[in-house]
């Protein structure tokens, strides 16, 4: 038996979902792996959660986004509560999170960092590839280049 609680948790975890991160909006919250936990108090809820790194500057704008989304639904009185222990990984953002990543032209984290494994070109799979710049269109990316189609693209590298 589900008690109204879960059900409201539920509920805030769709809603979740729909708040996207304002760099790379084809990814959610929920696919980047920050949002931690919800609780759900008698008199408000709160959100805990993970920056991708300290100091991310999207970071306001998505808590911002997250009460904006909660508000919109009637959930007025929340809490954000930033964990920053442990730290993000990029092992917490989904598969589904790494998909969309691909299809939207950027190369998903490679577990433990790309260094010595390579970055495969989101457009055509080649792991023949060069880093041109550690920063790409934002600090969380590092922009390369494939050698085989010759695109460039961004690799999201946050950690
Ligand atoms: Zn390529």
Same mark, same amino acid.
């Given at each position: 038996m589900?008690?109204?609680?879960?059900?409201s948790?539920?509920a805030?975890?769709?809603?979740?979902?729909?708040?996207?991160?304002p !760099?790379i909006?084809v990814l959610?919250?929920?696919d980047? $792996? &920050?949002?931690?936990?919800?609780l759900?108090? *008698?008199?408000?809820?709160?959100?805990?959660?993970?920056?991708t790194y300290?100091?991310?500057?999207a970071?306001d704008?998505?808590?911002?986004?997250i009460?904006?989304?909660l508000?919109?639904?009637?959930?007025?009185t929340v809490k954000?509560t930033?964990?920053l222990?442990p730290?993000w990984t990029?092992d917490?953002?989904t !598969?589904e999170?790494?998909?969309?990543?691909?299809?939207? $032209? &950027?190369a998903?984290?490679?577990?433990g960092? *790309?260094?010595p494994?390579?970055?495969?070109?989101?457009?055509?799979?080649?792991a023949?590839?060069?880093?041109l710049?550690?920063?790409g269109?934002t600090?969380?990316?590092?922009?390369?280049?494939?050698?085989?189609c010759l695109e460039?693209?961004?690799?999201?590298?946050?950690?």
């Amino acid at each position: 038996m589900e008690n109204s609680l879960d059900i409201s948790k539920q509920a805030l975890w769709q809603i979740m979902e729909r708040v996207s991160d304002p !760099e790379i909006p084809v990814l959610s919250v929920v696919d980047l $792996g &920050i949002i931690r936990d919800i609780l759900v108090h *008698p008199e408000w809820i709160e959100i805990v959660y993970t920056p991708t790194y300290s100091g991310c500057p999207a970071m306001d704008v998505i808590r911002g986004e997250i009460k904006k989304a909660l508000e919109e639904r009637g959930w007025h009185t929340v809490k954000l509560t930033q964990k920053l222990s442990p730290a993000w990984t990029t092992d917490w953002m989904t !598969e589904e999170g790494k998909r969309k990543l691909r299809d939207f $032209g &950027i190369a998903p984290p490679v577990a433990g960092g *790309p260094a010595p494994h390579p970055v495969s070109c989101p457009h055509c799979g080649s792991a023949r590839t060069e880093l041109l710049s550690q920063y790409g269109s934002t600090a969380c990316k590092a922009l390369y280049r494939c050698m085989d189609c010759l695109e460039p693209f961004d690799y999201f590298k946050c950690h």
